[in-house]
């Protein structure tokens, strides 16, 4: 297949079906965007307005100025005003969170925002783009560069799923090929709902990942895409109704016979049916999530019956090489492990004598268990 440039959400596609990609890359498919899409291009506009006409300074009066330069981004971009007081609530705890911890706000610097950047990847057939847009790129007192992303979405990654996406990992690798020889680089998931979800990625990762990259985009080259996967965006894929892998479904059926031989032989068939079932509900449960996710509700009323999904346990995990990097290993030798309440110990110990301890801060991300999608029916 021809591959003029490549994106973290196309690598995302090609990863989940060669076809889907194909049919949309390839066969003129377009996204559409809806209310929710809308919404969160105000707020982005809003943020990066707000930021770049403040300081220090007039930070902590701002909330009006942040406010009034949402106003104009959301009917720019919106029709109704439905989403408003939504829109507001998410930015005002947005501020309130750098109000609290505006210490560590002011000490850094801001290089850009908004920024539409690329990354040729240097393929064996010929070097490929890989695009991508940064929401706002910070740089910290120690040199350190942070990519912050915004999400205005109702659904949260945990640290642990972060480390494993494509692009926060792209992020990272993009901001390693533009600073090298740095000591970590940080990527902050900002969800304007909740709170950031950060981690760092070393430069043996970040070459990784490159390599990855580059592996993916020939890959992708020498797809002829035709083959075709079962995904949890089968549904909205504009091939589906052609996908002969969607439409490879059997009805099994059968009565249970009286003879012990065709109870044996029922059975064994019974036992594949319910693998088959099982597998079923799986599919049916992972389209219900994407229509959750796509739809940016966190339920839905079918008929009676309200499906949800039901957050697992949230943990707090701690990045042990960020740890040893500001502490040191013959410090870190005093504790059997540093899990996050050690952590906890050790960031005390730090403010109680004054000691910079905004490092060890952001070594802690949030793990949130897997979530869990249920179903509640009615009482007849």
């Excluded at 996967?229 to 109704?241: A, G, H, Q, V, Y």
Aim: charged content about 30%; glycine content about 6%.
């Amino acid at each position: 297949m021809k591959l003029h440039h490549l994106s973290a959400s196309s690598a995302k596609l090609f990863e989940s079906c060669e076809a889907q990609w194909h049919a949309k890359y390839e066969g003129g498919g377009i996204d559409v965007g809806g209310e929710a899409a809308g919404l969160g291009s105000a707020l982005h506009v809003a943020l990066e307005q707000f930021l770049s006409n403040v300081d220090s300074g007039s930070f902590k009066s701002g909330w009006t100025q942040l406010l009034d330069a949402y106003k104009e981004a959301y009917w720019e971009q919106m029709s109704g005003p439905e989403l408003y007081e939504e829109g507001a609530e998410m930015l005002k705890g947005w501020f309130a969170r750098q109000l609290d911890d505006y210490a560590n706000w002011i000490a850094k610097t801001v290089i850009s925002f908004e920024q539409r950047s690329e990354m040729i990847l240097e393929t064996k057939y010929a070097p490929i783009p890989f695009v991508y847009i940064i929401d706002r790129l910070d740089q910290h007192e120690d040199g350190e560069i942070e990519v912050v992303d915004y999400k205005s979405g109702r659904w949260q990654q945990s640290g642990s799923d972060l480390r494993h996406d494509i692009q926060a990992r792209s992020y990272a690798t993009a901001v390693w090929k533009l600073y090298p020889n740095q000591n970590l680089y940080w990527v902050t998931f900002d969800y304007l709902r909740n709170e950031p979800v950060g981690v760092s990625f070393r430069s043996s990762e970040c070459q990784e990942h490159y390599n990855y990259l580059v592996r993916l985009a020939e890959r992708i080259i020498e797809s002829d895409g035709t083959k075709e996967t079962l995904n949890s965006m089968c549904r909205f894929c504009i091939r589906k109704s052609k996908c002969k892998t969607v439409a490879r479904y059997e009805v099994v059926d059968g009565t249970i016979g009286e003879d012990v031989n065709t109870l044996v032989r029922r059975r064994v068939e019974l036992g594949h049916l319910q693998k088959a079932v099982e597998a079923s509900l799986a599919d049916i449960d992972e389209a219900v999530k994407s229509e959750l996710k796509s739809s940016d509700e966190v339920e839905l009323d079918v008929d009676g019956v309200t499906v949800f999904m039901a957050p697992g346990r949230r943990t707090r995990v701690v990045d042990i090489e960020a740890v040893l990097d500001v502490i040191g290993k013959d410090e870190a030798e005093d504790y059997i492990k540093i899990a996050a309440t050690e952590l906890d110990v050790i960031i005390k110990r730090y403010e109680e004598v004054g000691a910079d301890s905004s490092k060890l801060k952001k070594a802690v991300s949030y793990r949130n268990g897997r979530s869990t999608l249920r179903y509640r029916e009615p009482k007849w």
